[in-house]
T-cell receptor, first 111, second 119 residues
């Protein structure tokens, strides 16, 4: 079992709709969770970080965390073509300070 | 905002030669830097954690004698790919942790990445 799992996609979303991305992780002691966006050929950029159960909203983005289910999600509201990218879920485990990345979900927003 | 600079952004080298990639934190001190490798259409794979003034910690399966990491100062870490082969061609990305801030996504900054092609 991979430490951090994501559906590879592509997730095709009409412009203006909500894109919903999911991520599960295996280390129950994980404390910090992050969503990064990566455009093709570029390095990742941080979108959201979340540390406690529940929802966290930032602009058009909402991260949701459920530690009991070892599940973290990202919602993108009013999706724009510029949101087309690969979204990486990253988790910091209980031991150490390194981030473990999921395989990423490719999102395609169609005009 | 905080900036992490990588150099070179693209490099082509001949098989069997060595190539060095630099990662610099431009406006903050980084006690810890991380080196990742990313193959096309795959996720980032952590290669090693570089700690200032001490030996790097390598992930399982990463050859420490092939991927030499030096973190001699709080603002510079280098990755040297020795005796490069075509299968080492990849996108190499570093990230740096701000010494001042507590560990959080907001204080982990990624460099722009370096494309290595071994011919």
């Amino acid at each position: 079992q991979k430490e951090v799992e994501q559906n590879s996609g592509p997730l095709s979303v009409p412009e203006g709709a909500i894109a919903s991305l999911n991520c599960t992780y295996s280390d129950r002691g994980s404390q910090s969770f992050f969503w990064y966006r990566q455009y093709s050929g570029k390095s990742p950029e941080l979108i959201m970080s979340i540390y406690s159960n529940g929802d966290k909203e930032d602009g058009r983005f909402t991260a949701q965390l459920n530690k009991a289910s070892q599940y973290v999600s990202l919602l993108i509201r009013d999706s724009q073509p510029s949101d087309s990218a690969t979204y990486l879920c990253a988790v910091r485990g209980a031991a150490g300070n390194k981030l473990t990345f999921g395989g990423g979900t490719r999102v395609l927003v169609k005009p | 905002g905080a900036v992490v600079s990588q150099h070179p952004s693209r490099v082509i080298c001949k098989s069997g030669t060595s190539v060095k990639i630099e990662c610099r934190s431009l406006d903050f001190q980084a006690t810890t830097m991380f080196w990742y490798r990313q193959f096309p259409k795959q996720s980032l794979m952590l290669m090693a954690t570089s700690n200032e003034g001490s030996k790097a910690t390598y992930e399982q399966g990463v050859e420490k004698d092939k991927f030499l990491i030096n973190h001699a100062s709080l603002t510079l870490s280098t990755l040297t790919v020795t005796s490069a082969h075509p299968e080492d061609s990849s996108f190499y990305i570093c990230s740096a942790r701000d010494r001042i801030g507590s560990f959080s996504g907001n204080t982990i900054y990624f460099g722009e990445g370096s494309w290595l092609t071994v011919v």
